[in-house]
């Protein structure tokens, strides 16, 4: 499985992206699919993961501004960020777990600053 992520980019506090991730197989064949972001000097951590079914879970820090979802036609998921922070600013990355593998994308660099 290949991840192609895409949409990050510089953006002032309060502003809003969206973040892209395409994948080289049907996603309907990968159990979770979400995002995880590393800010620098500390962790890798969970932004939000969605089920084949639909189902959404997300870090108390994004819940209320980001929404993830999937288009399952286009084999891509789509994390929309708003009210964005300067707290926010990483290295978005893409993930999918299908079967026993986890599965990650390149990263997308979002800088959140006036």
């Known amino acids: 499985v290949q991840l192609q992520a895409s949409g990050g980019g510089l953006v002032q506090p309060g502003g809003s992206l969206r973040l892209s991730c395409a994948a080289s197989?049907?996603?309907?064949?990968?159990?979770?699919m979400g995002w995880y972001r590393q800010a620098p000097g500390k962790q890798r951590d969970l932004v939000a993961t969605?089920?084949?079914?639909?189902?959404?879970r997300y870090a108390d820090s994004v819940k209320g501004r980001f929404t993830i979802s999937r288009d399952n036609d286009n084999n891509t998921i789509y994390l929309q960020m708003n009210s964005l922070q300067p707290e926010d600013t990483a290295v978005y990355y893409c993930?999918?777990?299908?079967?026993?593998?986890?599965?990650w994308g390149q990263g997308t660099l979002v800088t959140v600053s006036s």
């Open positions: 993930y999918a777990h299908k079967w026993i593998y986890n599965y």
């Open positions: 197989v049907s996603i309907t064949s990968i159990t979770i």
């Open positions: 969605i089920t084949t079914g639909g189902s959404a």
